[in-house]
């Protein structure tokens, strides 16, 4: 080991010794003075009341109630009105104070508080709200209710004000507001993607943003709240850093506080098909239990990414640009990004359970805690046409026949659990485990033709998998706010440990043509035993001090070491003990990767008014050690040292109008896969391997986010530009045999064969625009939607030695519109238009430019009491592929239905899916060497008679929380 190495084991073993004896003797002081001092203060600086309507004198259930200091108006505490209209929030310092009390459809009201410090407390405001006439003379006019409010910067939806179907989900709720867009799984509010949905400010089943707005009723909703989510450390401290996430808080009515509701439905069709599942929701107080359940043979998923990652691994995905027309049972492109909501090529039977967990046991402690579990069965079959460009064989043609069956179990487990000894002091603990079994059954049937026609070579595979895989990680946090205003103290401890094992087999035929059309047969039947495993340790100490009424900074200090370990080893069948025990050198290797990486910081965040600027510069010191133990000992060793500025700025350029700049920079460091000198023929003419001279690259990043919202016509745009530009980037270099040949380790390489290995390939960039206007069409009493946008991208790549350039442009536009007409008559009309151009700069290359226009349209009509009739139709044009995937595609699905029993609690409904029976998934994958037409086999029609049953048991009581509002959520470092 070298002396570096046992010096930077040394430095990181004193820092965590040093972090956790500061704990262990801080604490107690802290425990003892500072809570009894918290303790008197957070009585004597209470402030409450009621409100009221002026007239009636009857409580106003739900106003809000903001308190902001001055002289720069920010948010303190928030709160929401009780069952009998009263309030309480607490002030944290002295000085002067606005208490704001609105209410949708009234008047809103401020007064002025001053708080010295020596006044007997608590504070008693009572208010009572005057009714805005105006705004109700509106309402019997035009039938509009006030739809939006901004509440800093918070834009909030009054649910009331949109109609929706008795048994619409809150998918079907925000679809009709202005500016949010829901389509192939993901959410959008006013042009970004929503990364993070919460219900009444707890996050629902994890980071699943659509498990939230898929299983909850619209009914239960009161509000729905768009913003900027920062990050756990600076809403603690106030110290923004630029980390944001786009955000939906869903809150419930005052009742759903208290009381069960939830679903179940079973269907049952033609071909055998079956569809069953519910969720249970139990609500009382602080405690929500949901419980979901699912079992089906239609393709309907429904997880997020983490319950399918082995089946990604396995399901011989390639990333690129889905153009499908949609899968029977739900819509679904065809890119990598769709597996965040568990969607995958094939016919897939899903059995599937969760339960998320929340209380409060006490004001002190805060659990939130989810568990999934997920089995998928997946049936898949996939012909592909792909276009090779350059090199010796340029403009090679490769057709390929695959599929199998996959069997996937998925165990997840989240929680976060957070305990407040005071409010200056608390501890966040978020473990998270994730175990999965995986097994396939594959076969490959493939070949490669020259530019001529003539064939290159074929392979016929037959594969197995069988894996084993576990992720273990947690983090605790603590942190600690003074008395001094702005100083904060957080220690973040950080650890992640995980391990694959299990085995692959394969038994294959090549063939190999030369010139002359002579074969060369090459037959393998091997085994390989895989074994990956790795853990990280880390820890983030962040100290924040005010400098200044308006400056704030920031230090932090985070060493971490992670170790990654990648052993596979390979055997071929002996005949005469018929085993696999003859070792294969060639196709083994056993690697190690470490890295130490120091990162210390330091940040400066300045306030005034509206605007407020952030500049961090950081050093890190990277030092990556790569030892190769099996075939043969090797090793390497690279250190880096990068200086990571980053800066962003968010002022207001006008009235409900907002400016986001964001600069930043990072790097990525190669992993153990990239760095293992091992080749994988699991394609026999598509190898690849590792490269251990890989080094890390560098990239610069920058965002402008303009946005305008108009609370009063309920209308919003949004415009944003961002850039990245890469040094160094990690890419791949292609090699393609221009004549049988060996590589080392004596693995056979077929001429026309290719070989992909990770390298530095030199720099890349991409651009992207886009502008989204959302606004109510009067006309057709509907929510329209329009975006357009432009996405560049310069990928470096190398093939056989030589540097080339592949450049994409992607052109798309389109609208949606959502009716608002009444629960009766709902309607949903779009369309998105897509143009794609590539160019490659390989001397034999050639350009493939394609069009995809899709049209969807949705009603759903109750013309007769119970009785209802609903149609889902998607229409897709494609243009500039090949002949065989150059057609359109009707994809049409018709119900009937009829409501029935108590509150229409019942449902009975026949469906009949593509009724046309024309559905299709069909993908055009572009790369910096290919470019590859894709189809994969889909339910075909098929018809089902589903009963569905809602029920609902609901208390009074209670109040909803809102991030942002709730004390101890945002800290405020000048209060």
């Known amino acids: 080991m070298s002396e570096v190495t046992i010096v930077q084991r040394e430095a990181l073993l004193k820092a965590f010794s040093f972090f956790i004896l500061s704990l262990l003797f801080t604490q107690p002081v802290v425990a003892q003075s500072g809570g009894q001092n918290m303790q008197d203060r957070t009585q004597r600086t209470l402030v409450e009341g009621t409100i009221v309507d002026a007239e009636t004198q009857e409580p106003l259930v739900g106003a809000n109630v903001a308190l902001f200091a001055l002289p720069d108006t920010v948010l303190v505490r928030g709160a929401t009105s009780m069952d009998d209209g009263s309030f309480a929030l607490r002030m944290t310092r002295p000085g002067t104070h606005l208490l704001q009390v609105s209410f949708i459809g009234y008047f809103t009201q401020i007064e002025s508080l001053e708080w010295t410090g020596e006044e007997d407390l608590p504070f008693t405001r009572n208010f009572a709200l005057t009714l805005n006439r105006e705004a109700l003379d509106e309402v019997r006019i035009t039938g509009r209710m006030q739809r939006m409010e901004i509440r800093g910067d918070t834009t909030a939806f009054n649910a009331d004000a949109f109609t929706t179907g008795r048994d619409a989900t809150v998918e079907d709720l925000i679809q009709r507001m202005p500016g949010i867009v829901v389509q192939d799984g993901r959410v959008e509010a006013q042009g970004e993607q929503v990364r993070r949905v919460l219900v009444d400010g707890n996050e629902f089943f994890g980071d699943d943003a659509t498990m939230a707005i898929r299983n909850l009723p619209a009914e239960v909703v009161s509000q729905i709240e768009v913003f900027d989510r920062m990050g756990e450390q600076a809403r603690f401290t106030g110290f923004d850093d630029g980390s944001q996430e786009r955000t939906i808080n869903i809150v419930t009515r005052m009742g759903i506080r208290n009381g069960q509701f939830g679903r179940f439905n079973s269907g049952y069709g033609s071909e055998d098909r079956y569809n069953a599942g519910g969720n249970y929701n139990y609500f009382s107080g602080a405690r929500r239990i949901s419980v979901l359940g699912m079992t089906?043979?239609?393709?309907?998923?429904?997880?997020?990414?983490?319950?399918?990652?082995?089946?990604?691994?396995?399901?011989?995905?390639?990333?690129?640009?889905?153009?499908?027309?949609?899968?029977?049972?739900?819509?679904?492109?065809?890119?990598?990004?769709?597996?965040?909501?568990?969607?995958?090529?094939?016919?897939?039977?899903?059995?599937?359970?969760?339960?998320?967990?929340?209380?409060?046991?006490?004001?002190?402690l805060n659990i939130n805690s989810s568990y999934f579990f997920n089995a998928a069965d997946n049936d898949r079959e996939r012909t592909s046409e792909r276009r090779y460009t350059g090199g010796f064989?340029?403009?090679?043609?490769?057709?390929?026949f695959s599929g199998g069956v996959t069997d996937n179990f998925n165990h997840r487990f989240n929680a976060r659990v957070e305990y407040n000894m005071s409010e200056q002091t608390s501890f966040i603990f978020t473990p998270r485990l994730n175990v999965q079994q995986n097994s396939s059954n594959s076969f490959l049937d493939a070949e490669t033709f020259n530019s001529s026609g003539l064939p290159l070579n074929e392979t016929l595979n037959q594969s197995t998998v069988d894996l084993s895989t576990?992720?273990?990680?947690?983090?605790?946090?603590?942190?600690?706010?003074?008395?001094?205003?702005?100083?904060?103290?957080?220690?973040?401890?950080?650890?992640?440990?995980?391990?694959?094992?299990?085995?692959?087999?394969?038994?294959?035929?090549?063939?190999?043509?030369?010139?002359?059309?002579?074969?060369?047969?090459?037959?393998?039947?091997?085994?390989?035993d895989i074994s990956d495993n790795g853990y990280t340790l880390g820890t983030t100490v962040t100290w924040t001090e005010r400098a200044s009424e308006r400056v704030q900074l920031q230090f932090s200090y985070n060493p971490s070491f992670s170790v990654d370990k990648a052993d596979r080893r390979a055997f071929s069948f002996n005949e005469i003990t018929e085993a696999y025990d003859i070792p294969d050198v060639g196709l083994s290797n056993a690697f190690e990767n470490e890295i130490w990486r120091q990162r210390v910081s330091s940040g400066m965040n300045f306030r005034r008014d509206s605007f407020r600027l952030n500049v961090t510069l950081a050093y890190q010191n990277t030092l990556l050690r790569g030892d190769q133990v099996f075939p043969v000992e090797a090793s390497t060793r690279?250190?880096?040292?990068?200086?990571?500025?980053?800066?962003?700025?968010?002022?207001?350029?006008?009235?409900?109008?907002?400016?986001?700049?964001?600069?930043?920079?990072n790097t990525r460091t190669p992993s153990a896969n990239q760095l293992q000198n091992v080749i994988d023929n699991s394609?026999?003419?598509?190898?690849?391997?590792?490269?251990?001279a890989l080094e890390q690259q560098y990239t610069h990043s920058l965002m402008t986010r303009w946005r305008r919202t108009?609370?009063?016509?309920?209308?919003?745009?949004?415009?944003?530009?961002?850039?990245?530009?890469?040094?160094?980037?990690?890419?791949?270099?292609?090699?393609?045999?221009?004549?049988?040949?060996?590589?080392?380790?004596?693995?056979?390489?077929?001429?026309?064969?290719?070989?992909?290995?990770?390298?530095?390939?030199?720099?890349?960039?991409?651009?992207?625009?886009?502008?989204?206007?959302?606004?109510?069409?009067?006309?057709?009493?509907?929510n329209v939607n329009f975006n357009a946008g432009a996405t560049f991208n310069s990928t470096p790549t190398a093939i056989n030695g030589q540097r080339f350039t592949a450049e994409t442009w992607s052109l798309n536009s389109g609208f949606v519109a959502s009716s608002n007409i009444s629960p009766e008559i709902d309607f949903r009309i779009s369309y998105q238009a897509n143009y794609n151009i590539t160019d490659n700069s390989v001397p034999t290359g050639f350009d493939s430019n394609y069009?995809?226009?899709?049209?969807?349209?949705?009603?759903?009509?109750?013309?007769?009491?119970?009785?209802?009739?609903?149609?889902?139709?998607?229409?897709?044009?494609?243009?500039?592929?090949?002949?065989?995937?150059?057609?359109?595609?009707?994809f049409w699905n018709l119900g009937l239905g009829y409501r029935f029993l108590n509150d229409r609690a019942a449902e009975l409904k026949f469906t009949v899916i593509d009724v046309l029976n024309q559905n299709d998934n069909i993908n055009r994958i572009i790369e910096d060497t290919f470019v590859e037409d894709v189809r994969s086999n889909v339910l075909s029609r098929y018809a089902m008679v589903t009963f569905t049953y809602n029920f609902r048991a609901i208390q009074q009581g209670g109040q909803p929380q809102r991030p942002g509002m709730a004390p101890g959520m945002r800290g405020d470092w000048r209060q």
């Open 296 to 364: 089906n043979n239609v393709n309907q998923q429904n997880f997020s990414g983490d319950d399918l990652s082995g089946v990604q691994a396995a399901s011989m995905r390639r990333p690129g640009m889905g153009l499908g027309a949609g899968r029977a049972g739900g819509w679904g492109g065809g890119a990598t990004r769709d597996f965040l909501v568990g969607q995958q090529d094939g016919i897939t039977t899903t059995h599937a359970f969760g339960l998320n967990y929340i209380d409060r046991p006490s004001q002190q």
């Open 470 to 528: 576990y992720d273990m990680s947690g983090s605790l946090l603590w942190r600690q706010r003074f008395d001094t205003p702005g100083r904060t103290l957080s220690v973040n401890f950080q650890g992640d440990t995980n391990n694959r094992t299990g085995d692959q087999g394969r038994i294959g035929t090549t063939i190999f043509f030369d010139p002359e059309g002579n074969e060369i047969i090459d037959d393998q039947n091997q085994r390989t």
């Open 710 to 782: 108009n609370p009063q016509t309920g209308s919003s745009m949004v415009f944003f530009v961002m850039g990245n530009y890469t040094l160094n980037t990690i890419g791949n270099e292609t090699f393609i045999a221009q004549r049988d040949s060996t590589l080392p380790g004596n693995v056979f390489f077929g001429a026309g064969s290719r070989l992909t290995l990770p390298d530095n390939v030199g720099d890349s960039w991409s651009v992207r625009a886009f502008a989204a206007r959302g606004l109510v069409w009067d006309l057709i009493r509907s």
């Open 638 to 665: 690279q250190v880096y040292h990068n200086l990571l500025p980053s800066a962003n700025a968010n002022f207001n350029t006008g009235e409900n109008q907002n400016m986001f700049i964001r600069y930043n920079t």
């Open 683 to 692: 394609n026999p003419v598509q190898l690849s391997g590792g490269n251990p």
């Open 851 to 890: 069009y995809v226009g899709t049209a969807a349209f949705r009603f759903n009509v109750q013309p007769w009491r119970g009785l209802f009739f609903e149609s889902d139709t998607r229409i897709r044009h494609l243009s500039g592929l090949d002949d065989a995937f150059n057609n359109d595609v009707i």
């Open 393 to 400: 064989f340029g403009n090679q043609l490769y057709d390929e």
